[in-house]
């Protein structure tokens, strides 16, 4: 799969199973802030960092960051067509914040610890970042709780003949 041509990023987009029901358990338990800095960890495409920012309203800057190109441009298109302003997008790494000590009074990520790129640097970058009492709150997809869903994605992609793609799914 290619993740840096806008096909791929558009499909992702369009395909949230994976996402969608803990970003909405985030958005449930999360605190928002108005008057503040957030930061969400592995934006990817931009949920649920958009949705924070129009739920905080513009004097509460929000800022997406994630190291993939293709996600952080639909996500600005996102939020240009939702006339979203108080949000940024950065790329960058979760290991190396490019933000100043104590900068962020809330850090918010769905998801985005469970890449193979995030490891303790990223827990003490984000404490670096965090203001002293700010608020830490992420989901995590834990390894076998998608397994159903991939189960029968796998089966229907064979029974439709998509052979090379069942292929490459590891259930």
Same mark, same amino acid.
């Given at each position: ?12 987009? =369009?395909?949230?199973?994976?996402? /969608? ?14 008057? /503040?800095?957030?930061?969400? *960890?592995? @934006? ?7 949705? *924070? ?36 997008? *950065? ?13 962020? =009074? ?29 608020? $830490? @709150? ?10 159903? $869903? ?14 090379? /793609? ?6």
């Amino acid at each position: 799969m290619n993740f840096e041509d806008s096909i791929t990023a558009n499909a992702y987009d =369009d395909f949230p199973v994976w996402s /969608a029901v803990p970003g909405l358990l985030l958005l449930r338990n999360i605190k928002l802030i108005k008057n /503040a800095k957030i930061l969400d *960890i592995g @934006c990817g495409t931009g949920f649920p960092t958009i949705e *924070i920012a129009q739920r905080v309203g513009k004097t509460t800057e929000v800022y997406g960051l994630d190291i993939w190109n293709k996600g952080l441009e639909k996500a600005k298109d996102k939020s240009n067509n939702k006339n979203v302003k108080n949000v940024k997008f *950065i790329r960058g790494l979760s290991q190396k914040l490019p933000f100043k000590n104590n900068y962020f =009074d809330e850090i918010v990520s769905n998801n985005g610890f469970n890449g193979k790129n995030a490891n303790i640097y990223t827990f003490e970058e984000s404490y670096r970042v965090l203001k002293n009492k700010g608020i $830490f @709150c992420f989901t995590v997809i834990l390894p076998n709780s998608m397994k159903s $869903f991939y189960k029968i994605l796998y089966y229907s992609m064979k029974n439709e003949n998509v052979k090379k /793609a069942s292929n490459r799914l590891m259930i």
